[in-house]
Nanobody, 118 residues
């Protein structure tokens, strides 16, 4: 199994930057696809970015060119560097770990609030 703890959220002004971190515990980290998702009030949780165990990345169109996801397998950390933040980026951001081998594991952190003021 894996446990995830996010940090780094906070209040930032329009155009500012934040870096979120996700610390993972458990043996499956290295074989998991790691991702960041977000949920704004009244909205469904949506994909922000994912990074595979091999380092392949995928981004939502709304954050391409502004956000960068990365992972450090040795330290079991996942990062989300967020630049040029906009008020519409305001949400609770969740870290996710997913793998389907040798078993399906779909783990979530508790979330960290990001608020972008205009």
């Amino acid at each position: 199994q894996v446990q995830l703890v996010e940090s780094g959220g906070g209040l930032v002004q329009y155009g500012g930057s934040l870096r979120l971190s996700c610390a993972a515990s458990g043996s499956i980290f290295s074989i998991s696809t790691m991702g960041w998702y977000r949920q704004a009030p009244g909205n469904q949780r949506e994909l922000v970015a994912t990074v595979s165990r091999g380092g392949n990345t995928n981004y939502a169109d709304s954050v391409k060119g502004r956000f960068t996801i990365s992972r450090d397998n040795a330290k079991k950390l996942v990062y989300l560097q967020m630049n040029s933040l906009k008020p519409e980026d305001t949400a609770v951001y969740y870290c996710n770990a997913y793998t389907n081998f040798p078993m399906v594991v779909d783990a979530w952190g508790q979330g960290t609030q990001v608020t972008v003021s205009s």
